[in-house]
C-alpha cells in the first residue's frame, strides 16, 4: 500500500522561474492538504483541496502561490516567480475523509532558490 | 502568534529511561491533538493522538497526556530506544468544534536523542 508520494524530491530553481510540486495522496484518499516548513520552524498549513474543490486556501501567499487537485491526477502546488524566500521543505498530506484528523505525510520536496 | 509552542528545543536520554516532551497551547478552539515523529529528509510519521475528552491516550511505549485546564500536552516514550531519536513534533486541530478546515497547527519540534 503505497503512502503518499511527492516529487521531485529535490528542485533547484533560479530567482523568477516556476516551481511546480507534485503531490499523489494514498489509495482512497481524496482530501489533500499542502505545508510548508522553513528551516528551523514547524509546518505552516497552506491549503486543503478535495478533487477539483479548494476548501481552504488561507495559509496561502496572495501572490505567486496556487495550487489545484484535478479529477484526474496529482495535486499541484505551484509558485511563480520564485523568490530567495521561497526556499524551504514543502509537504503534502492526506486524508481519507474531511473529518479525521490523522493526516499521512508524504516525505516533501525540498525547493531551494538560488 | 504561537498557537502551539514545544519549548524545549532539544532534549536528550539514556536509553531504557523515559522521555517526557512537553507542549503548550493557547487557542482553546483546539480539540484535537496529534504527535509526529520526523527524521532528516523525511515527512513527519503519525504516532498518537488524543481528543479533548480523554485526558490519555496509550500505544504501546508511547502515551500522551491532555490537561485542558492548563492548555497543555505531554508524550512519554518509556523504555527510550536509540531508534526513537527524531525531531517530535506536537500538532493541534479544531476538529469537534468544526473550527477551520481541519488544518493542524504545529509546534517547533523538540530534537530527542536517546544515548545507548
Known amino acids: 500500500n503505497a503512502g503518499v508520494m511527492q516529487n521531485p524530491r529535490h528542485l533547484v530553481r533560479r530567482r523568477g522561474q516556476e516551481a511546480r510540486l507534485r503531490c499523489s495522496p494514498m489509495k482512497g484518499h481524496s482530501h489533500v492538504y499542502w505545508y510548508r516548513q522553513l528551516p528551523e520552524e514547524g509546518l505552516k498549513f497552506m491549503v486543503y483541496l478535495q478533487k477539483e474543490n479548494i476548501i481552504d486556501e488561507s495559509g496561502m501567499p496572495k501572490e505567486r502561490f496556487s495550487a489545484e487537485f484535478p479529477k484526474e491526477g496529482p495535486s499541484i502546488l505551484r509558485i511563480q516567480q520564485v523568490v530567495r524566500g521561497d526556499s524551504a521543505a514543502y509537504f503534502c498530506a492526506s486524508t481519507v475523509l474531511e473529518y479525521t484528523d490523522t493526516q499521512y505525510f508524504g516525505p516533501g520536496t525540498r525547493l531551494t532558490v538560488l | 502568534d504561537q498557537q502551539v509552542k514545544q519549548n524545549s528545543p532539544s532534549l536528550s536520554v539514556q536509553e531504557g529511561r523515559i522521555s517526557i516532551l512537553n507542549c503548550d497551547y493557547t487557542?482553546?478552539?483546539?480539540?484535537?491533538f496529534l504527535w509526529y515523529k520526523k527524521y532528516p529528509a523525511e515527512g513527519p510519521t503519525f504516532l498518537i493522538s488524543?481528543?479533548?475528552?480523554?485526558d490519555k491516550n496509550e500505544d504501546g511505549r508511547f502515551t500522551v497526556f491532555l490537561n485542558k485546564s492548563a492548555k497543555h500536552l505531554s508524550l512519554h516514550i518509556v523504555p527510550s530506544q536509540p531508534g526513537d531519536s527524531a525531531v517530535y513534533f506536537c500538532a493541534a486541530s479544531a476538529v469537534i468544534s468544526g473550527a477551520g478546515s481541519y488544518q493542524l497547527t504545529f509546534g517547533k519540534g523538540t530534537k530527542l536523542s536517546v544515548i545507548p
Open positions: 487557542n482553546s478552539m483546539f480539540d484535537y
Open positions: 488524543i481528543s479533548s475528552i480523554k
